[in-house]
Each structure stands twice: as structure tokens, then as C-alpha cells.
């Protein structure tokens, strides 16, 4: 019995020394190629280097999980230890760079957030004027050891006080030769005009579902991990454009131990609508079916999804249709998987563009409503109805407008 307790507690403690690096940071990009969707970034950066264009001071902007934060250690990486990136230029100017091995741990401490000149600073806990006073205070010493520049990167940098913004003005706009400012927001509109006419500004676009689904596909065989095309291709687009949005929620799917990861068990996870049962949906409606769309509406609502998600979902699914039947299903707008393509053009065929944009419109309506009402279950209920008579209705339309009667005779 003693024997079997000492192994419990030893059991326990490597438990819990042990540590699991999350798939957000395992992959982070350590390299201008690696930031996947700012190529053109990268590419104006590494020219910058080249040139000796390097300026003070950059703002990147764009919405969280893109790249911002990596592609400033990358920069900085660039500027102090040029050597340990590929096909990285070399800053021109009068400095020797030390040996390959000494800008190798250099390199890897910028990149883990530990090198004493590549200093990073959260600007929501650090945004006082005695930080801001500090910062300017440490800027004037020289970088230390083998190190080029000192260079700051201030995260979340919109989160700074006005005071503690105008305090940095005069050391942005002339800093010492050795420091460079790396500003990083997801809402450049907060940051005051005066800094941003001292910064170069680079927009971070979001990344467009295909590339994050690539990536994930990438990430799951360099782990071993099994999953169908679907199950990526949704995690894909519930990141809305955040590589580290997508990698988080993927690690939330790993973690439940499935395999292979499938779609299925992603909406389980989520507490999201089946599939199939949105697509039976859809199917009622094409039919006119009131009745069973009805039916399949109370299935919804019974399996314990909001009246609101599920006007998000259902508004999902008819955009989907929508740019099928305006742009073809291999346009690059849709973003569904082949087989998910195929089944998705079938159910276009059924409507019209025009009639996709009244029903989505509709959808959105309703649900707005449906936040200010006492009874929004009626107002489900008749929005289904409507849907499930959209094309009766354009029918109507047709004939009040002049068009051809039911039968193909013409009106009067």
C-alpha cells in the first residue's frame, strides 16, 4: 500500500511539472515567410532592411490573432541577429554582427519575449505616464552586449492614456540612433494622430479562410492528428480571419480526444446546430414545404440552440447559397469544403440570388426584432413561414409586376 501511495504522489508531482505548449505558440512564425496573409509586409519590410531604410518607429494594425506581434519579433530579430533568418538582408552601416552561434540564442530569446533589448511592453497594464516617463528613461542607454538596436514593442498600444501618449511624443519623433519603436493595435483609430504621423503604418488584413484552413491541415499532420475536411474547414471559418483564433479553437477540438476530428463533434463542442438538420432546413424551404420547415425549425430550438444563434446560422448557410448562385461554386468567396461545394450548389439550383438577399435580409430583421419582443418564438415561427412561401410570394410579384402567369400564360 505504501509502495502504491509513493507512486500516486510521485505520479502527481511529474503531472503536474509536466506543461503542454498551446498550437498558438508552438507554430508562431519565426520567420517573414512564416506570417501567413502579410507577404506584401514582410516583403516591404525586408526591402527596408536591405535599403538602410529602417525607420524609428512602425505601427501594425489589424484585428487580433494576424501576425502583428510576430512579425515585430521577426523585425527586430531582423535588425539584431540578421544571420539566423533565411534569405534575410543584412542592415548596411558600420557594425559587426557577433558570430552565428552568439545571434542564434539572441535570436531565440527575442522570439520567446527574454532579450534584455528587445524589450515588450503591454500597453493595458503599462499605460501610465510614470511607464511611459520609464520607457523614455531606459530608451537613452545604449543596447547592451552584441546588440545593434534597443527596440520597443508596445502591445495593445491604443490602451496608453492621452498623457502618457503626449509624454512619448518628443522621444518618438527624434529617438537615439540605437532605439526603434514597434507599435501594435487592434484599434489604430485610438491612437492619438500625433503618433501616428511619427510612425510608418502597416494595415494587417484578416486571413481569408482558405489560407487558415491550409495551415490547419499543415498543423494537424505535422502533429499526427486525423480530421475531416468539413471539421477544418469550419474551426477555419469560426477563426473570422485569426490564424490564433483558429489554432485556439482546434486545440479545444484536439483536447476532447476524438478520432478522426470530425465536424460533428466540433458542433457538439460549440453547442452549435447539427449540419444536417440546417440543411434539411433549407431543403423544406426550396420545397415550400411550410409544414416540415416548421418541423425542422422546432427540432432546432428543441435541441437547445438561442432563437439568436440560430438566425446566425441559418443567415450563414444562405450566404453560402447566395454566392454560390451569383459566383459558381468554385469561386474562392465560397468557403466550404469540396464535398460541402457539391451539396451546397444542388440547394442554390433551388433558389435565385435576389431571392437569397430577400431571405437573408429577412433572417436579420427578425432577429433584431426578436431581441426586443415578449413572445420571439411567434416571430420565428413566422419568419419560417415566410421563407418556406418566398418563392409563392416572387411568384405574385411577377404577375402584379406584369410577368407570366402560373401555367406560362401571359397577363393581360
Known amino acids: ?22 498550437l498558438a505558440r508552438r507554430y508562431r512564425s519565426t520567420a517573414f ?3 501567413i ?24 494594425t489589424g484585428t487580433r490573432g494576424v501576425g502583428k506581434t510576430s512579425m515585430a519579433r521577426i523585425f527586430a530579430r531582423a535588425l539584431n541577429a540578421p544571420a539566423t533568418i533565411p534569405d534575410c538582408p543584412i542592415p548596411p552601416g558600420e557594425f559587426d554582427y557577433p558570430e552565428q552561434d ?9 522570439m520567446s519575449g527574454d532579450d534584455l533589448n528587445v524589450i515588450e511592453i503591454d500597453g493595458a497594464s503599462n499605460r501610465s505616464v510614470e511607464d511611459a516617463r520609464q520607457l523614455i528613461g531606459n530608451a537613452s542607454l545604449a543596447p547592451t552586449g552584441n546588440a545593434r538596436y534597443k527596440i520597443y514593442i508596445i502591445d495593445e ?48 488584413r484578416n486571413l481569408p479562410t482558405s489560407r487558415i484552413a491550409e495551415h490547419l491541415t499543415n498543423v494537424l499532420s505535422q502533429e499526427k492528428i486525423e480530421a475531416e475536411t468539413d471539421a477544418i474547414w469550419q474551426v477555419a471559418r469560426l477563426g473570422n480571419g485569426s490564424m490564433r483564433d483558429a489554432l485556439s479553437l482546434m486545440d479545444r477540438l484536439i483536447a476532447t480526444g476524438a478520432t478522426p476530428l470530425t465536424a ?13 438538420q440546417v440543411i ?16 425542422q425549425t422546432a427540432k432546432l430550438i428543441d435541441g437547445g440552440i438561442a432563437i439568436e444563434q440560430f438566425f446566425d446560422v441559418l443567415i450563414e448557410r444562405l450566404r453560402s447559397l447566395m454566392l454560390v448562385a451569383a459566383c459558381g461554386k468554385d ?20 433558389f435565385d440570388a435576389a431571392g437569397l438577399v430577400h431571405m437573408i435580409a429577412l433572417c436579420e430583421n427578425v432577429q433584431r426584432t426578436c431581441k426586443l419582443s415578449s413572445n420571439p418564438r411567434a416571430l420565428l415561427d413566422a419568419a419560417m413561414v415566410r421563407l418556406a412561401l418566398a418563392e409563392k410570394m416572387a411568384d405574385v410579384s411577377a404577375v402584379l409586376q406584369g410577368g407570366n402567369l402560373p401555367g406560362g400564360q401571359k397577363k393581360n
Do not use: W
Open 157 to 204: 498600444v491604443h490602451m496608453l492614456t492621452k498623457e502618457a501618449f503626449n509624454t512619448l511624443l518628443k522621444t518618438m519623433e527624434e529617438p537615439p540612433e540605437h532605439v526603434k519603436f514597434i507599435l501594435c493595435t487592434t484599434e489604430a483609430h485610438k491612437v492619438l494622430a500625433t503618433i501616428q504621423s511619427r510612425c510608418q503604418r502597416f494595415d494587417f
Open 331 to 350: 469561386s474562392e468567396l465560397v468557403e466550404l469544403a469540396d464535398d460541402a461545394r457539391e451539396h451546397a450548389a444542388k440547394q442554390a439550383a433551388c
Open 264 to 276: 460533428k463533434i466540433l458542433e457538439e463542442m460549440l453547442g452549435l446546430p447539427p449540419t444536417e
Open 37 to 60: 496573409g502579410q507577404e506584401p509586409i514582410a516583403q516591404t519590410l525586408k526591402n527596408a532592411i536591405k535599403s538602410g531604410r529602417i525607420a524609428h518607429a512602425y505601427l501594425f
Open 280 to 295: 434539411g432546413l433549407i431543403d423544406a424551404m426550396a420545397a415550400g414545404d411550410i409544414g416540415n420547415t416548421l418541423t
Open 33 to 35: 515567410e512564416g506570417v
Open 102 to 110: 552568439v545571434q542564434d540564442r539572441m535570436a531565440k530569446a527575442i
Open 1 to 22: 500500500m505504501l509502495s502504491e501511495a509513493k507512486h500516486g504522489i510521485e505520479f502527481l508531482l511529474n503531472s503536474t511539472t509536466m506543461s503542454y505548449t498551446v
